[in-house]
């Protein structure tokens, strides 16, 4: 059985009703109409627009107040308040600790009261083979990628496309994977190996899932697309081997442009970006395995994760060449529920590049969150700023803080563009351009 998580309401107007989670996800508690959990104002008016964030990967829950006027308490304890003078706007200004959740404990919010309840599912009774060597309690993406060559090298079937490499360098990394550029040692053909490992690793379906998704991302054949040639899974950790790019991220080619790219080549790197995802959302998927074990056929990938960092960009006969890195691969990751817990703590993810649909809805998965990102990279790259301004609470920010107006950053954009990128950024009712097309059909008008 697996692992799910029980909010029951014990007091107050709603006393009986229950919400269930059995998968990784967020909750906004509150009385706007768009938040996840909404509490209506003829329920109870003491809880505030957006109370509090739930970040549930089960059998984990952690709650976070987001500066309601009342406070959230947990067991009696409060764990977050605005002053009582501080206008709601000021909660942007302050970023309360989370709290983790134990089954049996009970949230206040205003006058309803929420009992936890935790199910575990059965943990694997299984231990890595893989004895590498420990760096401030854990084991160093480099020795554990040595060791994982090593055992291809003496003949592991599930690592044969990996055998025959040696590490040359570090590429990147991040707090879950490293990616590294490996040499073949006769032909010496160079691939970047990336290395992941889970937060956590015993709940197969959790793998399996994430397994599923990773053979989707692999059917991605595009030239702006860095390939995925082969992954697997061995002795608790996940090895990625994918095509070799040289090249900077975007973060680090608007910085040695001063951060503002030229209108031409901010809209150039836009465009080819727009290719790919209209070649990713409309692909014919042969398999898609549900969070339940469902296989069935789909259309469309969709990356939801999307920020300069995984945007590489090089000149290649005096053009700029794009390559969208690890498409679809983190989110994936995280939609498993092996990152652990991403919307609070030290892991913040992206914000500065999420419209408020995916905040609110962290399984959203449709186009139009990626076309949003796109606008927001463009923005980036034009500005050198975010969209929205932030300070406090970065998913709070996300929520209150509309984008502000490209041409209050930078009044040098003409304005047939300019509009066109403030209609790519609007969020309300909904994501202006629902596909990449429509948002690549208008910026070629502006050119």
């Known amino acids: ?21 059995a998968s990784r996800s967020t909750c906004i508690v509150g009385r706007n109409d768009d938040c996840n959990l909404q509490i209506a104002d003829k329920v109870d008016m003491t809880i505030s627009r957006y109370h509090c964030l739930l970040d549930i990967n089960p059998p984990d829950i952690r709650v976070r107040d987001l500066g309601s006027l009342n406070g959230t308490f947990v067991n009696g304890k409060k764990i977050g308040q605005r002053q009582k003078e501080q206008p709601a706007k000021e909660a942007l200004k302050l970023n309360f600790p989370e709290y983790n959740l134990q089954d049996g404990d ?58 025959g490499y040696n590490l040359t360098k570090s590429l990147g ?21 990336k290395i992941m490992l889970p937060a956590v690793t015993d709940q197969i379906q959790r793998v399996e899932m994430f397994l599923g998704a990773t053979e989707n991302i692999k059917m991605l054949k595009h030239p702006n697309i860095v390939q995925l040639l082969d ?74 994760d999307l920020k300069p960092n995984d945007i590489f960009i090089s000149k290649i006969n005096d053009k700029i060449v794009v390559k969208i890195g690890d498409y679809g691969l983190y989110k994936a990751f995280d939609l498993a529920g092996l990152s652990g817990q991403t919307l609070t703590g030290t892991k913040i993810g992206t914000p500065a590049f999420m419209p ?27 500005t050198g700023y975010f969209p929205r301004n932030f300070m406090g609470d970065p998913w709070l920010s996300v929520l209150q803080n509309n984008p502000v107006p490209i041409l209050q950053r930078n009044n040098n954009i003409p304005e047939n563009l300019a509009k066109v990128i403030d209609l790519a950024l609007t969020e309300k009712p909904q994501i202006y351009f629902q596909t990449a097309a429509e948002f690549k059909q208008a910026l070629l008008e502006c050119m």
Request: charged share 20%.
């Open 356 to 382: 408020r649909q995916q905040v609110l809805d962290f399984q959203n998965q449709s186009p139009e969150i990626d076309v949003w990102a796109t606008a927001a990279c463009l923005y980036n790259m034009l």
């Open 1 to 21: 059985m697996s692992s799910k998580i029980t909010l029951t309401i014990t007091q107050g107007k709603l006393s009986g009703q229950q919400y269930v989670f």
């Open 106 to 163: 009970e949230i206040k919010l205003g006058d309803i009261f929420f009992k936890i309840g935790v199910q575990v599912e059965t943990e694997l009774n299984k231990t890595p083979d893989l004895i590498v060597e420990k760096e401030n309690d854990q084991p160093t993406f480099s020795t554990i990628a040595k060791k994982l060559l090593d055992l291809a090298q003496s003949g592991n079937i599930s690592l044969q496309s990996i055998s």
């Open 231 to 304: 992954y697997g899974f061995v002795e608790n950790i996940f090895f990625f081997k994918m095509e070799y790019f040289s090249a900077d991220n975007l973060w680090d080619f608007m910085q040695k442009l001063g951060w503002r790219l030229p209108i031409d080549v901010a809209l150039d790197i836009t465009l080819q970006i727009l290719d790919v995802l209209i070649y990713a959302h409309e692909i014919e998927l042969s398999s898609i395995k549900s969070i339940d074990g469902k296989i069935t056929k789909g259309k469309g990938l969709f990356h939801q």
């Open 173 to 193: 990394k991040s707090e879950f994977a490293e990616v590294f550029l490996a040499k073949h040692t006769e032909n010496n053909d160079l691939i970047a190996l």
